[in-house]
C-alpha cells in the first residue's frame, strides 16, 4: 500500500499531504522533512525511485511541484509512477492546464479529486473517466445547496 | 461573497507575508477569528473556517481546537458541511485522537445515506483513519455494502474492507465470501479492490489462500481478457489496457503460485503470454512486464519460463530509461544466488552500467557485479571493478574497496596478482580501505615468499611517488624495514630493480617521519624500519643511529619511547641487534601489527608497550627470538 503522498515545491513548501496509517504529528513533520530535504538533492536526470528506511520512494517532478510518494517494499515502482501521473492527469482535467497555484487556492478540491482515486493507500478506480464524472457529480451536489436552500441532502429537491 | 473566494482571499495574504513573523501575525489573527466563530452559534461560515483552519495546518501550525468542529460539521445534514467535515477528520483526527471515537455513530448513519456521495465520504474517512474499534463496529455495515450496492460503492466498500482487516485480521473471515462474489463483477474498479482483498485476505490467513488457489483459472481468464482485448479506451495507458488491474492480479497470482505446483502450472501458459505479447516501449508495459518477471520467479514455474523472465531483465538493462534499468537491476539482485549462471549471462550489460551517471543505478551495478564474481572471471571482472574506483564517487568507495578485497581473497588466481591487486586498490582508494587492511596485506606478503623482491620494489617506487595514502606508506616502511637488503642488491627478476644507494631509502623513509602528512602511526612505522634496517645495511648505521636519537626527544609520546629503546638497544644491547629484535620473524610479524596500530593509529601507553611481547630481559642466548623490546628496562633520557 502506499503510506503517504506529499506534494511540495522546489523551495520545499508542502502543498498537499495525504497519509494513509496513523503517524504522530511530531513524526508526520519529520519524514516531510526527510523527503523534501532527499527529493530536492537529486540531480535532474536521476532515476525517480528511493530508499528510505524500510519504505520505496517514487517521486515525480511536475514544473514545479514535486509528486513523492512512500510505498510498501513490495509494491511495484514502475506502476507507482502511472499512479503519480494519473493523479496529475486528473487534476489537469479538473482545473484545465493545471498548476500549482491551483493545487494552493483549491487544496480542499486536490484533496477531493484524491480522495476519488485512492482510498486507504490503494487505487479504488482506474477509469479517467469515471473519477472525473465522480468530482462534478460532487461538485454539483454541492453547488445545488448553495445555490437552494430548498435542497435537502436527505431528500433531493422538495 | 461565496465561500470559496474568503478562504482564497486569507491565502493571498498570507502568501503576501514577506516575512516569517509577518505570517505567524497574520495566522495568529485568523486563527483567533476562527476560534470565536466556532464558538458561536452556527451561522453557515463553519466549513469555510474549518477550511481556513485547514490550510493553515498544512503550513505547520497547530489546529488542534478544530478537532471538535470536524465532529459537529460531520453530523450536520448539508453536503458541503460534511465534506469539509470529513477532510477535516482525516487530517487532524487519527485513532490516537479521542475525538476520533465520537464520529463513529455519524459513519455509521452516513453509510447507510440515500445519496451515494456521503456513503462514499464515510467510507473513504473510515479507510483512511477508521481505529480497530471502529472497525470492529461497522464491519457488518461494510460487508452489506460489499454485497449490495451499485459498483461506486461496491469499490470503495472493498478497500474499506481492506483497511478493516489490516487493522482486525479476524475479521477477514466475515469478508471472505463476498470477496469471492466480487471477482464476478465486470466493472473495473471493482475489480480491482476485489483483487487487492483477496490479496489481502490471502496475505493474512494460510487457510484463505488455500480455498483462493480455486479462483486461479479464473483470474488467468481476466488477465486473458486484458491482454487480448482490443483497444479499449476507458481503460487504456499507452496501449496497455488497465496496467493498474494487470498488475493486481500479477501480484495475486504470484502470492497463489507460490510453493504450489498445481497452481503454478494453471498460470505457465498466461504468464508466457503476458510476457511475449507486452509492448514495453512505455512505463505501463515495463510496468506490467517487471510484475510478470517477479511472479515468474517467485512461483514453481518451467524452466523455459524463468529463462525468458531473466532475458527481459537482461532487456531492461539496455532500456533506454533509468529507471527500468535500476528495477532490473534490484531484480536480478534478488535472484542472482538462486538462478546465478542465467545472470552471468549479462554480465557484460551490468558491468557497463557502472559507468552510469546515476549514483543509484552505479550502487546497484556494484553490489551485482560483485555478486557475479567467480573464479572463472575474476581477472577480467577485477579490472573492470578497479576502473569504476578511480572514478566512483566517494559515497561507494568505502564499499567498492571490501568488496574488491572480498573477491580477491575468494577468487584471487596467483599471490602476485593478489598482492599487484591491493596496491593498485591502496594507489588509487587508500583513504577508504578497513584498518585490517595494513596488517591482512602485510600477512600476505610475508607468506609470499618469492615475490618479497618484486614486492619490496613495487612498494619503494610507490613510496617514492607519494606518501599522503598512510595505509600504503605503512605497508612500504614495513617491507622496506623487513626486506630492505633485497632493495638495496639491485637485482630483481619480476620486475625492473632499482639502483639505489642506502642513503637513497634512508632518505625516502626520512621524508615520512619528517612529514606533516604522516599519522604517528605511520611515523612509528618509519622509525621502526629505519632501525630494522641497521642489520640490513653496512655503511650508514650511524646515520640510523642519530635518527633513532634524534627522535628520543620527540614530542609524540609513543615515538619517544620507541626511539629512546631502540638507541638502548644500539647501546646496551648492540650484540643482541643483530641476532633476534630486528631479525624478521613470523611470531614478531604475526603481533606487529597490534602492537603498532594499537587502537587505530593512537598513541599506546607506555605500559601497552610490552602486554603483547613476551620474554624477559635477562634472556641472553640469542638463539631465543627476541619479540622487539621485549622486557627491557630502560628508561626515558638515557
Known amino acids: 500500500m502506499m503510506r503517504f503522498l506529499l506534494l511540495f515545491s522546489r523551495q520545499g513548501k508542502l502543498r498537499l499531504q495525504k497519509w494513509f496509517t496513523p503517524i504522530p504529528e511530531r513524526e508526520k513533520k519529520k519524514i516531510v522533512r526527510d523527503m523534501t530535504t532527499m527529493v530536492l538533492a537529486r540531480k535532474p536526470r536521476s532515476c525517480n525511485f528511493l530508499h528510505w528506511k524500510d519504505l520505496k520512494i517514487v517521486y515525480k517532478r511536475y514544473a514545479s511541484l514535486y509528486f513523492c510518494c512512500g510505498l510498501d517494499a513490495e509494491e511495484n515502482e514502475l506502476i507507482a509512477l502511472e499512479m503519480l501521473h494519473r493523479y496529475v492527469e486528473l487534476l489537469d482535467k479538473y482545473f484545465g492546464n493545471v498548476c500549482e497555484l491551483d493545487i494552493i487556492f483549491n487544496f480542499e478540491k486536490a484533496y477531493f479529486i484524491l480522495d476519488e482515486f485512492l482510498l486507504g493507500g490503494e487505487i479504488q478506480e482506474t477509469s479517467k473517466q469515471v473519477v472525473s464524472r465522480a468530482i462534478e457529480a460532487s461538485d454539483m451536489l454541492q453547488e445545488a445547496e448553495i445555490d437552494n436552500s430548498d435542497y435537502d441532502l436527505e431528500l433531493g429537491w422538495p | 461573497m461565496s465561500p470559496s473566494v474568503r478562504l482564497q482571499e486569507m491565502i493571498r495574504v498570507i502568501r503576501g507575508a514577506r516575512t516569517q513573523g509577518e505570517e505567524r501575525g497574520v495566522i495568529q489573527r485568523e486563527c483567533a477569528a476562527i476560534r470565536a466563530q466556532f464558538r458561536q452559534a452556527d451561522n453557515g461560515t463553519r466549513s469555510h473556517n474549518l477550511a481556513k483552519l485547514l490550510y493553515v495546518h498544512m503550513l505547520g501550525y497547530p489546529a488542534h481546537f478544530g478537532q471538535m468542529e470536524c465532529v459537529r460539521l460531520i453530523a450536520s445534514p448539508r453536503y458541503n458541511e460534511k465534506r469539509v467535515g470529513y477532510l477535516g477528520a482525516m487530517m487532524l483526527l487519527d485513532e490516537k485522537q479521542d475525538a476520533s471515537l465520537l464520529i463513529t455513530n455519524s459513519i455509521k448513519n452516513d453509510l447507510s445515506h440515500n445519496s451515494q456521495y456521503v456513503q462514499s465520504l464515510a467510507l473513504c474517512t473510515l479507510a483512511c483513519m477508521g481505529s480497530a474499534e471502529m472497525c470492529r463496529d461497522l464491519a457488518p455495515e461494510i460487508d452489506r455494502l460489499l454485497r449490495a450496492s451499485n459498483s461506486y460503492i461496491k469499490k470503495k466498500a472493498a478497500l474499506c474492507a481492506v483497511h478493516i482487516v489490516r487493522k482486525v485480521p479476524d475479521l477477514g473471515e466475515l469478508f471472505t465470501p463476498a470477496a469471492r462474489s466480487l471477482l464476478c463483477e ?16 490471502c496475505e493474512r490467513n ?38 493498474f488491474l494487470q498488475v493486481r492480479i500479477l501480484r495475486l497470482l504470484r502470492i497463489l503460485g507460490r510453493n504450489n505446483d ?14 511475449t505479447n507486452t509492448d514495453s516501449s512505455k512505463t505501463a508495459g515495463s510496468a506490467v512486464l517487471y510484475e510478470t518477471v517477479l511472479t515468474v520467479m517467485d512461483i514453481k514455474s518451467e524452466s523455459g519460463l524463468r529463462v525468458l523472465a531473466v532475458n527481459i531483465l537482461g532487456r531492461f538493462l539496455l ?5 527500468i534499468r535500476y528495477i532490473s537491476m534490484t531484480s536480478l539482485q534478488k535472484i542472482v544466488q538462486t538462478d546465478h549462471n542465467a545472470v552471468q549471462r549479462h554480465r557484460g550489460t551490468i558491468v557497463d552500467c557502472l559507468k552510469d551517471q546515476d549514483a543509484s543505478v552505479k550502487r546497484r551495478a556494484l553490489e551485482l557485479s560483485l555478486a557475479l564474481v567467480s573464479a572463472v572471471n575474476i581477472r577480467s571482472l577485477m579490472k573492470e571493478l578497479l576502473l569504476f574506483l578511480s572514478s566512483c564517487p566517494p559515497e561507494l568507495r568505502a564499499h567498492t574497496t571490501s568488496g574488491i578485497f572480498n573477491a580477491a581473497e575468494r577468487y584471487a588466481p596467483s599471490q602476485r596478482w593478489h598482492i599487484d591487486t591491493i596496491l593498485h586498490v591502496l594507489t588509487t582508494a587508500g583513504g577508504d580501505v578497513r584498518d585490517e587492511t595494513v596488517p591482512n596485506l602485510i600477512q600476505l606478503i ?18 617514492i611517488t607519494d606518501i599522503s595514502v598512510q595505509s600504503l606508506v605503512q605497508v612500504a616502511c614495513w617491507c622496506i624495514g623487513e626486506y630492505g ?39 612509528g612505522f618509519a622509525l621502526t624500519a629505519t632501525m ?55 611470531s ?14 593512537e598513541p599506546v601507553p607506555s605500559s601497552g608497550l610490552s602486554h603483547t611481547v613476551p620474554g624477559p630481559a635477562t634472556s641472553t642466548s640469542g638463539g631465543d627470538l627476541l619479540d622487539l623490546l621485549g622486557g627491557l628496562d630502560v628508561s626515558p633520557g638515557e
Not at chain 2, 465486470?186 to 485476505?201: D, F, Q, R, S, W
Not at chain 2, 532500456?319 to 529507471?323: P, S
Not at chain 2, 643511529?545 to 619517544?560: A, K, M, N, P, T
Not at chain 2, 603498532?596 to 593509529?601: A, K, Q, Y
Open chain 2, 532 to 586: 630494522k634496517l641497521s642489520t640490513r645495511i653496512t655503511h650508514n648505521v650511524d646515520r640510523i643511529r642519530s635518527i633513532v636519537s634524534i627522535y628520543g626527544s620527540c614530542i609524540d609520546v609513543e615515538l619517544q619511547q620507541r626511539a629512546v629503546e631502540y638507541n638502548a638497544l644500539f647501546k646496551k644491547y648492540d650484540h643482541m641487534r643483530y641476532r633476534g629484535s630486528v631479525c624478521g620473524a613470523p
Open chain 2, 446 to 463: 610475508t607468506t609470499a615468499t618469492e615475490l618479497h623482491c618484486y614486492t619490496v620494489h613495487k612498494l619503494y617506487r610507490a613510496l
Open chain 2, 206 to 243: 494460510p487457510d484463505t489462500l488455500e480455498q483462493f488457489r480455486k479462483v486461479v483459472p479464473e483470474l488467468v481468464q481476466i488477465m486473458k481478457g486484458l491482454v487480448m482485448s482490443g483497444y479499449s479506451p476507458e481503460h487504456n495507458v499507452a496501449g496497455i489496457s488497465d496496467p
Open chain 2, 186 to 201: 465486470k466493472n473495473h474498479g471493482v475489480l480491482h479492490g476485489a483483487v487487492v482483498l483477496i490479496t489481502e485476505l
Open chain 2, 588 to 601: 614478531v610479524i604475526a603481533k606487529l601489527p597490534e602492537y603498532l596500530l594499537g587502537g587505530s593509529g
Open chain 2, 485 to 523: 637488503d633485497l632493495l638495496l642488491r639491485g637485482e630483481c627478476e619480476e620486475t625492473e630493480p632499482v639502483q639505489v644507494t642506502e642513503d637513497d631509502v634512508l632518505d625516502a623513509l626520512e621524508t615520512v617521519l619528517q612529514s606533516h602528512m604522516s599519522s604517528p602511526a605511520t611515523r
Open chain 2, 262 to 275: 498445481t497452481a503454478s502450472d494453471a498460470m505457465n501458459d498466461l504468464l508466457a503470454q503476458v510476457a
Open chain 2, 319 to 323: 532500456n533506454n530509461d533509468r529507471n
